[in-house]
């Protein structure tokens, strides 16, 4: 009987080693998910940004394409004689 519960005893022993091994290895992936998901996070706020500025440069870009087609119609219009 004394084999019986050292053993018992042993195996009991080993589980908890092992549930302490997953515990860590656990802990281990929530930490890494975590450093994921800020980076994932910095990335985001990043395009969010680069978009911003695209879009205030296709803006002005847009807005000075529209100018020079106003003027070249102004030049044209002038060109045939008419009062601008």
């Known amino acids: 009987?004394?084999?019986a519960v050292t053993?018992?005893?042993i195996g009991?022993?080993?589980?908890?080693?092992?549930?302490?091994?997953?515990?860590s290895a656990a802990k281990a992936q929530a930490?890494?998910?975590?450093?994921?998901?800020y980076n994932n996070s910095?990335?985001?706020?990043q395009n969010a940004a680069d978009a911003v500025d695209r879009g205030k440069r296709d803006?002005?870009?847009h807005r000075d394409r529209v100018g020079q087609?106003?003027?070249a119609a102004k030049g044209d219009m002038a060109a045939l004689g008419f009062l601008i």
């Open 59 to 61: 803006k002005e870009e």
């Open 1 to 3: 009987m004394t084999w």
């Open 7 to 9: 053993i018992a005893a």
């Open 12 to 23: 009991v022993g080993v589980s908890g080693i092992g549930m302490a091994q997953r515990a």
């Open 42 to 45: 910095i990335i985001a706020r």
């Open 69 to 71: 087609s106003k003027g």
């Open 31 to 37: 930490q890494y998910q975590q450093q994921v998901a």
